[in-house]
């Protein structure tokens, strides 16, 4: 099992392919697998490397706070322990903050960046403290409400029963505290418009045209922001575009490294 140890807890990755390496974050509540169509079939030219979050699938939590900034870290001890001095960097949702946090920690580490079904604005007021009751009910009355609440809005209607199902499986399966921590953690988040802003590299942003958690106009901010970026909207996707239209995503990763 691939595993490496920060300061003694296990940090679970998976790795597929060969070529450019792509370090890829999950969003929130999920685990790598929720990459499993990328893993299963890894686009051409690319080295996928796609860690658990702390906490979450076969990652162990770590005290405190889950911040973007520390998962960031987690994901840069990961390149320092493959060898890896720069990779292209790139997330779903919370992921998508987690890349833009490992961008502002360590840019020369960042080739490019692939930004999918995420936004680089911080939460309002109101939204820190819909976080924070998100944090207080998961941990006393475990995810099924937050579950239940999130799954209308992450796949469009159309998405396939067996997709719907497994996501759902996902999510219910995440510990309390992880998911707890993480939502603490996404309140806390910075505005992500100095980094993008100053951002050189290759970099594709991608949205499902039905996502009601980060829309469109979210992912057309992030490409207004970063030069030179790329705009994909997908057809019949919502907020898990990489799960509900794999197969479009896989030439837009392969374009993506080609600009290395
Ligand atoms: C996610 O999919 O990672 C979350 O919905 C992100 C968020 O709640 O901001």
Redesign the pocket.
Known sequence: MPTISLQGRPYFYQERGTGEPLLLFH??PFTGDSFRPQLDAAPKGVRLIVPDHRGFGQSALAPGVATMEAMAEDGLALLDALKISSAFVGG????GYVAIALTRLDPGRVRGLLLLDTQSLADDEAGKARREATAQDVAKNGVGALVEG?LPKLMAPSVAPAVRARVEKMMRAQSPQAVAAASRG?ATRLDGKDILSRFSGPCAIVVGVEDA??PVEKAKVMHELVAGSTLDVIAGAG?LANLEQPQALTPIIARLVERA
């Not at 779903?92 to 992921?95: A, E, L, N, R, T």
């Open positions: 969003g929130f779903v949702s919370m992921g999130m996404m958690i980060t907020h």
